[in-house]
Each structure stands twice: as structure tokens, then as C-alpha cells.
């Protein structure tokens, strides 16, 4: 009796043996046929096979998701197909890009109005937990919105910290974008092949998209992040992150960009800051104690300590443009101008040192000129600035307009160019510091 049901058991683990590996068989024949099918662009005869995967086959290939997400959105546009693949996809193939699908499914339901708000920013959640860097930019945006509008009354220490990750990560992002268009383009004399000038597009849009995330996130926080909020949560959790880096580098970071340095708490966080992490960033902050306490000897050689320290030329840029707008701030334009210059060095599509050139140009109009014609001039030569840092850097696409408008708005009128006995298109040398020759032109009016 023993022998005939082991015999059985036997047979039965073979047939069902056979079974799968028919089944097996059958899957990998469609899923053949679907995948040339579809290469060839024949859609509509794909998608019996591309079914037939869905239902039987799914943990075969995640290119059933793949290339079946055109099938449904753009061939079938079926909603319910659309969300099976999206769903279907995360269970069988969590580990495939999981941000980025989740990212994506989220930009197609609210492109066909297909879940609620909470829904959305639930999914958007699980994409910025496991990966805010394969996010799309849209949806890193919405993802700080939601946290905004939930947080900021309650706890808007979690927004701040939302805030930071997510401008890390855009900041990340934009280094990368930043390499990849410089190495592309640092030899004006060479010819793009057409897979080069492709790929310096994709960056260019990225970029440019990435630029008017961190805008739309610096106008969305600074509602929030005032003086009076900042001052009293800092005061609050000092003594529990005194010797966390992170949270200090965060905070005197705030403290900065908000303005908050009079307050006594600021040279706190930058001294523990400098103390709990020597690096290149708590010594350009210290540097900023040590001028406010007079000490400017002392600010120049922690700022050169800093910059010395640091080994990435973006990052290299980005502290000698830092030490300009210190040296703005004070007056310095001159200063100010040589910094900027010595940050383009560093990186020469870098828009915010062109359009920091363009910011002390603008400050010496009433200084630069004898006559109405000669000051209204100086904004000829902050135009041009402002133009440069449009034309080099996608990411200041969204800022680097409106200084554009502005300095061209100012710019002699068609009447005080007559006036002074000059014709547009002419060279004009401006006077003190800038001493820049540029083009005459007029506003338009």
C-alpha cells in the first residue's frame, strides 16, 4: 500500500512537473512574440500576447510593465488597464526602480484626475522614502507641497526637514547635470555628434526643470521659515543635536539664508557646528562669526581654509561665490566682482556668479556716471551679465528673466541717447570700477 501511494505522490510531482514547464514554455513563446511585436511598433498586434503575460505570466519580465504601460496609456488609453500594470508591476517587481514607479503611476493618476489627494500623496511618500533622487521633478515639488499643507502648522520642524532633504537631493541632481553640460561643452571648437547634442539637451531641460523646482521650494519655505519660527525651535532641540552635524549644518544654513545672524543663537550653532564637524562648510559659516566680530583677518584665512579643504570644483565655485556675496553685502563691489570671476574658474556655466556681477554693476548706477545717459548705461553692462547667466545655465532659466527685464527696462531711452549726441550700436566705455565697454542701446522707449 505504501509502494502504490508512493508511486502515486511520484507520477503526480511529474506531471505537475511537466505541467509548469509546458506552461513555462508557452510564457516564454508569447512573451517572444509580444516583445518583437512590439519593437516593430506593432501595437495592436501585441496585445493578445502582451494579455495572455499579464494573466498568466507575471513574474516573468518586468519589460511586460515596461513596454505594456505604452500599450494601455497611449494604445488602449484604458484607465483600469493602466493602474493593473502600475500595481501589478510593484508586486511582482518591487525592486525594480520602485521610486521611480511609484513616482510615475502618481503623474499618471493625476494626469486622468483618477485619485484623491491623499492618495496621491501617499504614493508620493513611498517614492520619496526609498529614492527622492529618481523622483520626477514635478513630483518632488508636489511632495513638498503635500508635506507643507499637512506640517506647517503642527510641525513645521518636519517641513524643514523635508525641505532639506529634498533641496539635498535637487542640489544632488544638479551638480550632476551641471558636469555632464561642462564637459560637453568646455571645448567651444568641437562638433557635437548628434548623440552628444542629444544628450546635452536632456540635461539642458532637466537642469532647467530642477532650477524651477529649488525656486518654487526657497518661495514655498520662506513663508514658513521666518526669524520668529526658526529662533525658538532651535533654542528648543539645541542641546538634544549639539554634536549631530546634520541637524547643525541645517539649522545655521537656515539661520543664514533667512537673515537671522544677529541673534546671539546664530554663532551657538556655528561654533558647535565648526566643533562637532570640521569641514569646509562649518568653516566658511565660523568665518562669518569671526567678521561679525571684527576679526576680518581671521574671517579671510578661515574662508581660504575652507576653500582649500575642499576638493570639488563645483563645490569650489560655490564658496568662492559665497565669499562674493559676503564681500557684496559689505560694499565691496570690486571684491565682490573678483570673487565671482575666480567661482566662474571654477565652473563656467555657473548663472548665479553672472548674475551676482550683474547685482554690483546695478548697485553702482548713481556712481558710474556723470550725466542721466552715462548711469543708465551701467545697466548695458548688467543686461549683459544677466543674459550670459541665462544662455550657460539652464537652472536659473526661472530667476535669471526677470533680471534681465528689469536692467533692459532701465536703459537709456531712445531720447537720452540723442540727447548725450550718441547712436545705438556704438561703444560705450563705463566709468570707475566696472570699466567695461559694452554696446549702446536703448530701452525701446
Known amino acids: 500500500m505504501k509502494k502504490i501511494t508512493f508511486l502515486l505522490a511520484a507520477f503526480m510531482l511529474l506531471a505537475t512537473a511537466k505541467t509548469n514547464g509546458q506552461e513555462n514554455q508557452e510564457c516564454i513563446i508569447k512573451y517572444n512574440l509580444f516583445k518583437g511585436d512590439y519593437l516593430s511598433k506593432k501595437y495592436n498586434e501585441s496585445f493578445d500576447n502582451w494579455m495572455y503575460?499579464?494573466?498568466?505570466?507575471?513574474?516573468?519580465s518586468v519589460y511586460i510593465y515596461k513596454y505594456g504601460s505604452t500599450l494601455a496609456e497611449d494604445v488602449k488609453k484604458?484607465?483600469?488597464?493602466?493602474?493593473?500594470?502600475?500595481?501589478?508591476?510593484?508586486q511582482y517587481f518591487p525592486d525594480k526602480d520602485p521610486a521611480k514607479v511609484h513616482s510615475d503611476y502618481a503623474t499618471y493618476l493625476i494626469k486622468n484626475k483618477l485619485a484623491t489627494d491623499d492618495e496621491i500623496f501617499e504614493l508620493l511618500e513611498k517614492a520619496y522614502k526609498i529614492s527622492p533622487q529618481d523622483m520626477g521633478a514635478k513630483n518632488i515639488y508636489r511632495y513638498f507641497q503635500g508635506v507643507t499643507d499637512k506640517y506647517k502648522d503642527v510641525n513645521p520642524q518636519k517641513v524643514f526637514d523635508t525641505y532639506d532633504d529634498v533641496l539635498e537631493s535637487v542640489g544632488e541632481k544638479l551638480d550632476d547635470y551641471t558636469?555632464?553640460?561642462?564637459?560637453?561643452?568646455?571645448?567651444s571648437t568641437k562638433t557635437l555628434s548628434n548623440?552628444?547634442?542629444?544628450?546635452?539637451?536632456?540635461?539642458?531641460?532637466n537642469s532647467k526643470a530642477l532650477g524651477q523646482i529649488e525656486s518654487g521650494l526657497d518661495a514655498m519655505i520662506s513663508e514658513i521659515a521666518t526669524c520668529e519660527r526658526l529662533i525658538p525651535i532651535y533654542t528648543r532641540d539645541f542641546e538634544t543635536f549639539?554634536?549631530?552635524?546634520?541637524?547643525?549644518?541645517?539649522?545655521?544654513?537656515?539661520m543664514f539664508n533667512k537673515g537671522c545672524q544677529e541673534d546671539p543663537l546664530f554663532e551657538k550653532l556655528a561654533k558647535a557646528y565648526a566643533e562637532a564637524t570640521p569641514s569646509p562648510d562649518s568653516y566658511s559659516f565660523y568665518a562669518g562669526i569671526l567678521e561679525k566680530n571684527g576679526d576680518s583677518k581671521g574671517a579671510a584665512d578661515m574662508r581660504e581654509k575652507a576653500f582649500q579643504?575642499?576638493?570639488?570644483?563645483?563645490?569650489?565655485?560655490?564658496?568662492?561665490?559665497?565669499?562674493?556675496?559676503?564681500?557684496?553685502?559689505?560694499?565691496?563691489?570690486?571684491?565682490?566682482?573678483?570673487?565671482a570671476r575666480e567661482s566662474l574658474s571654477?565652473?563656467?556655466?555657473?548663472?548665479?556668479?553672472?548674475?551676482?556681477i550683474g547685482r554690483a554693476y546695478q548697485t553702482s548706477v548713481n556712481n558710474c556716471g556723470d550725466d542721466?545717459?552715462?548711469?543708465?548705461?551701467?545697466?548695458?553692462?548688467?543686461?549683459?551679465?544677466?543674459?550670459?547667466?541665462?544662455?550657460?545655465?539652464?537652472?536659473?532659466?526661472?530667476?535669471?528673466?526677470?533680471?534681465?527685464?528689469?536692467?533692459?527696462?532701465?536703459?537709456?531711452?531712445?531720447?537720452?541717447?540723442?540727447?548725450?549726441?550718441?547712436s545705438e550700436g556704438q561703444s560705450h566705455t563705463i566709468k570707475c570700477w566696472i570699466g567695461e565697454t559694452v554696446k549702446i542701446q536703448s530701452s525701446g522707449k
Open 346 to 356: 571654477f565652473n563656467p556655466n555657473y548663472g548665479k556668479a553672472y548674475l551676482l
Open 242 to 254: 549639539k554634536n549631530d552635524a546634520v541637524w547643525l549644518r541645517r539649522a545655521v544654513s537656515r
Open 179 to 187: 558636469k555632464k553640460i561642462n564637459d560637453l561643452t568646455k571645448d
Open 53 to 60: 503575460l499579464m494573466d498568466n505570466c507575471k513574474d516573468l
Open 195 to 205: 548623440k552628444e547634442k542629444r544628450y546635452l539637451r536632456i540635461y539642458t531641460v
Open 372 to 422: 542721466e545717459f552715462e548711469k543708465r548705461m551701467v545697466y548695458a553692462a548688467a543686461l549683459r551679465q544677466a543674459q550670459k547667466a541665462y544662455s550657460v545655465d539652464p537652472s536659473v532659466s526661472t530667476v535669471a528673466p526677470k533680471y534681465i527685464r528689469n536692467y533692459r527696462a532701465n536703459l537709456p531711452s531712445k531720447k537720452v541717447i540723442f540727447t548725450a549726441g550718441k
Open 78 to 90: 484604458s484607465p483600469a488597464l493602466a493602474k493593473r500594470v502600475y500595481e501589478q508591476r510593484l
Open 309 to 339: 579643504l575642499e576638493t570639488d570644483p563645483l563645490k569650489k565655485a560655490k564658496y568662492k561665490l559665497q565669499f562674493a556675496e559676503a564681500a557684496l553685502k559689505r560694499g565691496q563691489l570690486s571684491k565682490a566682482r573678483s570673487l
